[in-house]
């Protein structure tokens, strides 16, 4: 199915080649970073993990998110998903990749990164954070590929794979639970000591993950034949919908938790962030509370959910507040204050987010090849396509025939 | 049974190789390893350490003795926020946060205290680390090994006390390369490191560099030995430890 | 069964085999190797072991030294012949090899290889 990547319009090569040139200036930044060392990046002894290993958070999120249009397609046979799940999939694919180039570019030594297979240590979670995720890209790509070849050839999708398929999607969870447990285990890390971190998480994650993939499939629906099912996409926002708010209580439990209870410790963090900090993180802090208000009004609200032309933007800001309050906040607050009471700023440098760039760019460049092939092999099935109407293939509505013979093919 | 000679010559040949290379084969551990301790070394269940902070508590006199341990022990001076440090100071404050009060008696208060790492009973840094190059040594130290730690930082974020620096850069760019010891080497970039106790110099019976050099205000000795030093140091006299509630057991006492 | 494009492909693969194997011919034909002459210590002529096994086994020893020392906290090593030795890189080996540059970095070298051991560990001849 490989080849399908090679055939593509000029549009879809410059896209490809604009990728490598970003990738190339990433990848000198990363080499200066490889010849003197991480005192490129904004780091220091307090604030010992940065924007790497907050990106890296963020992606776990966007990795567990496809089992959003997988588990109601699989466990509820909500069929109304079933051509969506091959993107949910590669996505997955995409931000597994990412995942692991953003601690392979955070660790000081990474020539010696096999050591943690060659002395494998089951009480760190680090190690488990590498098992379940090599476990979780195998899995999607097993899963993903098999699947897509079976719909290529118009055959019902191999018995064997059913095990796999349900072990996926519990996977998923495992995989966002470990990474919350990395944080959440640590003594006299106040901001991340809480038994809701991995909850929180995975709310955050079942928001934000579902609404880049819905964001990225417009754009894949602006250059290709394909078409979301109408109830597809009105599910999946619902969800959106449930899960933001689900992240929000679970925050506002956080911030009960520490001022009624008024322990220092779990107060000092949060007022840090938001009161304390340099203006620049502040004001970006309560940007993520005025983003995700924002965010949920326009999600709750039905005339401004169902309204497509909004959509975009409603999931643009979601996007936003969760990277801001995850991609960012997280780790900046669980190092500030000190465990003994002193501040550090933290803010990345450019050489930093050249690096970051690289990763983002590798992962833009997985996401194009692999939706390439799958929308490639929609079309050849026409599975999910676009209707002269503006409707999808799989929405029932009734588009005049005459019409539909006078759409461009374009790829 | 035609076979019997050809499988005696067989196994004989491979046990003759089993001896040739018996010395990789034997298991650090193993019974009949060519190694063992120096009878020289000192021996603990679990080191441990008092600071008497009525004898030592002026940002001076600590000073002297981080520059007797980072000079043994060739740690680079960095200043600023990737500063690497084995021992230092710092004010009751940051030393003891949840253990100040705002109407502490002014002269404890006023106090510098001395801070190295804790080689705790249940170091989180342990817990953490993806490849042991961070360990618990059975007498109790909490030691690294350069070579195998990979620089993710994990150890950093784990341990409450900030007694972890990694080598943001070359670690020699900051060195003076001619007063360097050279018994003991230095780190290179991209791994963490930390205090050790003086593992080096216990291994030949000598105490740790800062006790020698303390002159007598920090006492060293095996905790679970009822009669050492530091356990009569901490029957008679009063003292604390740095964040208790993390629940690591740190080893390192100060007498207020 | 006629081969297509036979003859552009057979020329390119003999183009390819012959610029892979370049190196080895004209290296064999040009040169020959010589070990390289090791500067040993005047002092003393025993290693810590017999030289056949210091030349093809001393990184798995170091190896073990570093775990048997570090991890297990013993220091004394006692060699086939039940001599003692103080396990340490640069306080037992490089006291006799007292110069990197003429015993490591000759054979290190010529097999085009450079062990990390002197990332942190202090050379005998000093740093600059």
Known sequence: MLELALKGSKRYYGWIAFLLVLIGIGSIAYVNQLMVGLETTGMSRDVSWGFYISQFTYLVGLAASGVMIVLPNYFHSYKTN???VIFGEFMAIAA????MLFIAVDVGQPTRMLNVMLHPTPNSILFWDMTVLIGYLSLNLLVGWTCLQADRAHLPHPKWLKPFIYISILWAFSIHTVTAFLYQGLPGRHYWLTAILAARFLASAFCSGPAILLLV????EKFTSFKMARNAVSTLVKIIMYAMCVNMFFFALEIFTSFYSNIPGHMHPILYLFAHADSGLVTLMWTFLAFAAISITLLVTPQFRNNLKLLPYTLAILVIATWLDKGLGLVIGGFNPTPFETITPYWPTGKELLVSMMVYAIGALIVTVLFKIATSVKKETGDSQLLPCGCSSEDACECDSEEAEAVPAEA | MKNNRRTFIKLAGI???????APKAMASSGGHSPVKVNPEAVHAKQWAMVIDTTKVHTEEAIAELSKVCHAIHNVPSIEGKREVKWLWS?????TFPEQENPHLAEEVHH???????NHCENPPCVRVCP????????DGIVAMDYHRCIGCRYCMAGCPYGSRSFNWGEPRKNLDLSKLNPEFPTRMRGVVEKCNFCVERLAVGKMPACVEASKGAIVFGDLYDPDSEVRKVLREKFTIRRKPSAGTEPCVYYVI | MKMQYGFPIIVGLAIFIGLLTAPFAVGTMTKTYKQPELKLPANEKKCIESTEFMRTEHMQLLNEWRDWALRDGKRIYTNHEGKEFVISL????????NNKADFCDKCHDDAGVSPYCWDCHIQPEGLK
């Open chain 2, 111 to 117: 106090r510098t205290y001395m801070l190295l790492c």
């Open chain 2, 90 to 94: 710092d004010e009751y404050g940051h």
């Open chain 3, 90 to 97: 640069q306080n037992t080996c490089m006291k006799c090899h």
């Open chain 2, 15 to 21: 046990a003759a190789a089993g001896l040739a290379v």
């Open chain 2, 131 to 138: 490849t042991k190059a961070t360990y618990k040594r059975p």
């Open chain 1, 217 to 220: 499939m417009m754009i894949t």
């Open chain 1, 96 to 99: 597994c990749i990412m995942c």
């Open chain 1, 82 to 84: 079933k051509h969506m």
